[in-house]
């Protein structure tokens, strides 16, 4: 399995841009979530899905856009690209242990992103 | 709102000493517990988790973590750390049942030789 891959590795935008990042996984993972990582804060929650065609919002939601059409497939999309965007972004699949009502989540790479 | 605690930043140690990295949350129901370890440049990695059952846990890589409820805490330790255990840790709350995660702000370890 090749887990959770996310695309591209690294990104430059410029204000104002839109752009997508990509995330799949191969695990058949009903659950996956984005993250963003910032200096000092730790992973804060941006959105998350708990099945195809199901998403919500998390902790820091505005600016971003999800969608869920597959299992495999989370793509993540910034509308109009800030400067207070620029982080790296983590995405994770998570599934429940047989008999647990508790989560492990697994996570990608990770997206670097910068907007100038 | 639920919150996670990492109170320890930077923490460095020499090679051989032990470590403890503190962890407290604010959420009083079933919690799920984890610890990550993300080395220079790489992703996440689960180091240990609790979901219910003995409050000590063992981990990766001689990693352990002790649940005390009383006390909200999910304490890291590991009795002898090397040098390439140099990463930034990072401990993380779910709520009972839920997959939603809430990281605390991370702590940064280096060991030196």
């Known amino acids: 399995n090749a887990g959770v891959t996310q695309t591209p590795k690294f990104q430059v935008l410029k204000t104002g841009q839109s752009m997508t990042l990509q995330c799949a996984q191969d695990m058949n993972h009903e659950y996956m979530s984005w993250y963003r990582q910032d200096p000092g804060m730790g992973l804060r929650l941006i959105h998350y899905s708990v099945g195809a065609g199901i998403t919500d919002q998390g902790e820091v939601p505005n600016g971003y856009n999800v969608s869920r059409s597959t299992t495999e497939d989370f793509p993540l999309r910034l509308l109009s690209a800030a400067p207070s965007q620029t982080s790296v972004y983590f995405c994770?699949?998570?599934?429940?242990?047989?008999?647990?009502?508790?989560?492990?989540?697994?996570f990608g790479p990770g997206t670097r992103l910068t907007v100038t | 709102a639920q919150s996670v605690s990492q109170h320890n930043h930077h923490v460095i140690l020499s090679e051989a000493a032990s470590l403890e990295l503190g962890c407290n949350y604010s959420y009083g129901g079933t919690v799920n517990l984890f610890w990550y370890v993300q080395y220079p440049g790489q992703h996440l990695q689960l180091l240990l988790k609790y979901f219910s059952g003995d409050p000590l846990v063992k981990g990766i890589k001689g990693f352990e973590a002790e649940f005390i409820k009383s006390k909200f805490s999910f304490n890291l330790r590991k009795p002898s750390v090397q040098w390439s255990d140099t990463a930034e840790y990072f401990c993380?709350?779910?709520?009972?049942?839920?997959?939603?995660?809430?990281f605390g702000t991370g702590t940064q370890l280096k060991v030196e030789l």
């Open positions: 993380a709350v779910g709520k009972g049942g839920g997959n939603k995660l809430t």
């Open positions: 994770a699949s998570s599934y429940s242990p047989s008999g647990s009502r508790a989560y492990e989540q697994y």
